[in-house]
């Protein structure tokens, strides 16, 4: 069943320039809900290079979405911009990815004393308790998905099919020590169908589970129809599982030990227990970047859609597993002109109350900005 509900979808940034958040899975709100953490661009319809730079701020939704600096970033993508977010635990420390010295970098800035420090490597995500985070090799993404990595740094190993050299680090967010846990050279080792030597891998989207005692990480490779397979290991790499080697897209961590992974037209529950198979079809639904909504005894999934229909349109929904059903929050134009690696995905995200809802969109004709929508009403009923 599928209701709609005409929300307010309320712009919290304008012109000029063009603002955005980017991927689903990071705090873009601050412990209270005041202020959403923000980037700005000044141009549209492009890749990147290594010289475009982009401004870091967040917007005081107390104060009438007043913009407040905070810094800028050379390392940073359409989809999933610089890993900006707040540091899980804090209430004052900020974190984004950038260049620095021919190598990509993760700064941490406190927004209340401007203390800013800098790690060696850049970061993809952070524990639940803050105290360490992990990062994959953004040089080598360039390669394969450009719309997901940094320009500006080659990768010194692209010739090479799964070097030992590089796939996922562990950072210490505190003092910087940073160690390899993860290398494709392991990887590849664990055999998949029609694998050939000229497979050329490479491993992102890695996200923490709930307790932070796994995480789990997508490893892809050259070929049709983008092969993937989703492992999960604990923090320090050891004991790897298969997750699901079902051409995974988008995922959500529903506990700690389940995976709502969209795959195979769609969204599919996986157990971590190595079996690499679904264990509950939760809702076949065209893909979109889902989340499940807290404090709803995990009965509400937040999600969107890509853009469909003549014109085109992007769907925002909540989906009620229990009564199976869907509700349409705002069903918002999807211009032609936003396609391919500078598509603006609607990647809604959550307020840490989760009340209000943010998304990227370039509907009302101003280019991509972010909107905010009110869903209390709704999965608090």
């Known amino acids: ?14 012109p000029p320039g063009f603002h955005w958040f980017g991927y689903y899975d990071k705090f873009q709100f601050d412990p209270s809900d005041r202020y959403a953490l923000a980037m700005q661009v000044d141009f549209e319809h492009r890749l990147y290079t290594g010289e475009d730079v ?85 040089s080598r993404i360039w390669s394969f ?29 505190d003092t910087g020590e940073t160690k390899q846990i993860v290398s494709l050279a392991d990887l590849v080792k664990i055999p998949y169908p029609k694998q050939t030597r000229n497979d050329s891998h490479y491993v992102n989207h890695l996200a923490m589970n709930p307790t932070g005692e796994r995480f789990l990480m997508f490893n892809r490779w050259s070929g049709a129809g983008q092969p993937t397979r989703v492992f999960t290991a604990a923090p320090d790499g050891s004991d790897l599982r298969l997750l699901s080697a079902h051409g995974a897209s988008h995922w959500t961590w529903r506990d700690a030990e389940h995976v709502l992974i969209w795959a195979e037209e769609a969204y599919r529950l996986y157990r971590d227990d190595g079996s690499g198979e679904p264990v509950e079809t939760v809702w076949e639904h065209p893909n979109g970047h889902q989340t499940f909504v807290p404090n709803t005894n995990d009965e509400w999934l937040l999600t969107d859609t890509y853009p469909f229909g003549t014109p085109p ?21 999807s211009p032609e002109s936003y396609r391919g690696e500078w598509r603006c995905d609607l990647h809604p995200r959550l307020s840490r109350d989760a009340t209000k809802v943010v998304v990227d969109s370039p509907h009302a004709g101003n280019g991509r900005q972010m909107y905010i929508l009110d869903i209390e009403d709704i999965v608090r009923r």
């Open 1 to 14: 069943m599928s209701v709609s509900e005409k929300l307010d979808v309320r712009p919290i940034t304008n």
């Open 145 to 173: 998905r450009p719309g997901y990595a940094y320009a500006g740094i080659p990768d010194p190993y692209a010739e090479q099919t799964a070097p030992a050299e590089t796939g996922v680090w562990q950072i210490n967010m």
């Open 313 to 333: 349109k992007q769907d925002l929904c909540l989906y009620h597993i229990p009564s199976r059903r869907k509700i349409v929050l705002a069903s918002l134009d």
């Open 54 to 138: 982009i401004k870091i701020g967040m917007i005081d939704l107390a104060d009438n979405d007043r913009w407040i600096a905070l810094g800028e970033s050379r390392a940073w993508s359409w989809q999933q911009g610089c890993m900006l977010q707040w540091r899980p635990g804090s209430d004052c420390e900020v974190v984004w990815n950038d260049c620095d010295g021919g190598r990509f970098v993760c700064r941490v800035l406190d927004v209340k004393t401007r203390h800013m420090r800098t790690l060696p490597r850049a970061v993809g995500t952070i524990s639940p308790c803050g105290r360490f985070a992990l990062g994959e090799d953004f």
